[in-house]
C-alpha cells in the first residue's frame, strides 16, 4: 500500500498493527512510523526503544535504519534526536563527498538533483548493502526539497526490506 501511493488508507491499519505481536508487530509499525504522511502510531522515545531492543536483525541494522529514516523524515523525539542517532553510529554530518552533494542540492532546492544522488546512494540489489546514513541523507533530502512522499516511499522501502 505504501509504495503503490496509498498511504492515507495505509493510516488506517494503526490499530490493527497494535493487536499484532512479534515480528509482525514491530515491522508493521516500523512501516507505518515511516510510510504515512501523518503516524497514528506512537512515535515516542519509549517505542522506539523498544523496536530496537526487539530487532533481532544482524547487528541491529533495521534498528539503525529505523533511527536513520525516522531522523531524515523529522519524526524522532527532539530532545532524543541525537542520541538515538549517536546510538546508532549515524553521523547526521555530510562527510562523504556524496553525502555533501546531496545535502548541498536539497539546501539549493534542486528537486530533481536531489532525486538523482538518492537513487546513487541507494545503488545496490540488496538493501542490507545501504548505509544507516545514506537513508538519513536521503530521506533529510527529499523532504527539504518537498518531496515527502518520496521520502517516506524509501523509508517505507527499506523498513520492509532490509534485515
Not at 498493527?17 to 522515545?45: C, F, H, K, N, Y
Not at 549517536?86 to 554530518?93: L, R, Y
Amino acid at each position: 500500500m505504501l509504495s503503490a501511493g496509498y498511504d492515507r488508507n495505509a493510516e488506517r491499519w494503526s490499530d490493527v498493527a497494535d493487536t499484532l505481536s512479534g515480528d509482525a508487530r514491530e515491522r508493521s509499525w516500523a512501516l507505518l512510523a515511516t510510510g504515512t504522511p501523518q503516524p497514528r502510531v506512537a512515535l515516542t522515545d519509549a517505542r522506539i526503544r523498544d523496536f530496537i531492543r526487539a530487532d533481532s536483525s544482524e547487528g541491529g541494522r533495521v534498528g539503525h535504519m529505523l533511527v536513520a529514516a525516522l531522523a531524515g523524515l523529522d519524526r524522532l523525539p527532539t530532545d532524543q534526536r541525537a542520541d538515538f542517532l549517536k546510538q546508532m553510529g549515524v553521523d547526521p554530518v555530510p562527510h562523504s563527498r556524496w553525502a555533501q552533494a546531496i545535502m548541498a542540492a536539497a539546501n539549493r532546492g534542486e528537486k530533481g538533483t536531489v532525486a538523482l544522488l538518492a537513487a546513487v546512494g541507494m545503488q545496490t540489489s540488496d538493501w542490507n548493502a545501504v548505509p544507516a546514513a545514506h537513508l538519513y541523507f536521503i530521506t533529510a533530502s527529499l523532504k527539504r526539497v518537498g518531496l515527502d512522499p518520496y521520502a517516506r516511499m524509501v523509508a517505507a522501502e527499506a523498513m520492509a526490506r532490509t534485515g
